[in-house]
C-alpha cells in the first residue's frame, strides 16, 4: 500500500503530460500572429509571440509580415507591413513547424515581399507538411487618416479572427499563394534579430510622454502618412 500514492502521481503525472503535448509552429521576428481558428491572439507592439501551440486536426492561423526597414528619405526606419495571409495546416503528431520566406531564412527585399508574402512552412524532422496558404487583401487605414478624419478603418485582427473561423463560408482574398504537401528540406533556423521599436517604456505609454509616443508613431509610420502628418502639422504653427 505503501506505493500506491507514489504510483498513481507518476501516472497522473504520465497522463497529464500526454494530454499536455502539442505541436508547434515557431515564426521568425519579422512575422506576428493575429488569430487563430476564429479567436484572435493577443499580442501588442512591446511583445512578439514566437512559437504556437497547436493540437491534431485542422487549423486556420492568421499571419502577417511586420519589419522594420530603413526609410529612403532619411537616417531613420519605419515599419512596413504586409497584408495577412491564413496558414490552412493539418497537424498529425507532436511536431515542431517552422515558418520562413519561402527564398531564405530572412527577407530579401521588405517592400517587395510585404506586397505578396510568400513563406514556407517545414517541420524540424524533415517530414512532409499539409497546408496552403491564402494571401488576403485586407488592409489597415493609416494612423493619421484614422486620428483626423474619423476614419476607423478596418480592425485587422477582428477580420483575421474571421478569417480563421471554420464556420466562415467565404473569405475576400487576393490569391492563393501556396497549395501543397511539403517536405522539409532544411533544418531548423536561427532566429532573427528582433527589429527596434522606439524607446517607450512598457508601462509608461500616457500623455505624460508626449515627445516618446511622437517618436514611436513617426517610426511606425510609412512614408504617405509622415506627409500628411507634416502637412497637418504646418498648419498648427
Avoid: C
Avoid at 89 to 113: Q, S
Avoid at 125 to 137: A, F, K, W
Avoid at 174 to 186: F, N, Q, Y
Amino acid at each position: 500500500m505503501k506505493f500506491s500514492l507514489p504510483l498513481s502521481a507518476a501516472l497522473l503525472a504520465l497522463v497529464t503530460s500526454s494530454s499536455a503535448m502539442a505541436a508547434n509552429l515557431t515564426i521568425p521576428m519579422s512575422f506576428e500572429y493575429l488569430a487563430l481558428d476564429g479567436k484572435e491572439i493577443d499580442t501588442n507592439m512591446f511583445t512578439h509571440k514566437t512559437n504556437l501551440d497547436l493540437e491534431n486536426g485542422n487549423h486556420k492561423i492568421a499571419i502577417r509580415y511586420h519589419d522594420m526597414i530603413d526609410d529612403d528619405f532619411s537616417d531613420s526606419q519605419s515599419f512596413i507591413k504586409s497584408s495577412p495571409f491564413i496558414i490552412d495546416i493539418t497537424v498529425d503528431g507532436d511536431h515542431e513547424y517552422l515558418l520562413k520566406p519561402i527564398d531564405g531564412e530572412f527577407v530579401k527585399k521588405p517592400k517587395t515581399f510585404a506586397k505578396d508574402p510568400q513563406v514556407v512552412i517545414s517541420r524540424k524532422d524533415n517530414g512532409s507538411v499539409n497546408y496552403t496558404v491564402t494571401q488576403t487583401n485586407y488592409q489597415e487605414s493609416s494612423f493619421i487618416s484614422n486620428l483626423f478624419s474619423g476614419n476607423k478603418g478596418e480592425d485587422i485582427d477582428a477580420l483575421s479572427a474571421s478569417a480563421t473561423d471554420s464556420n466562415t463560408k467565404a473569405m475576400p482574398v487576393a490569391a492563393v499563394a501556396t497549395s501543397a504537401t511539403v517536405a522539409a528540406t532544411a533544418p531548423a533556423s536561427p532566429k532573427a534579430k528582433m527589429p527596434a521599436t522606439a524607446d517607450v517604456p512598457a508601462g509608461e505609454q500616457s500623455s505624460t510622454h508626449p515627445e516618446q509616443m511622437l517618436q514611436y508613431w513617426w517610426l511606425q509610420a510609412d512614408e504617405e502618412t509622415r506627409k500628411e502628418f507634416m502637412s497637418w502639422a504646418i498648419k498648427q504653427l
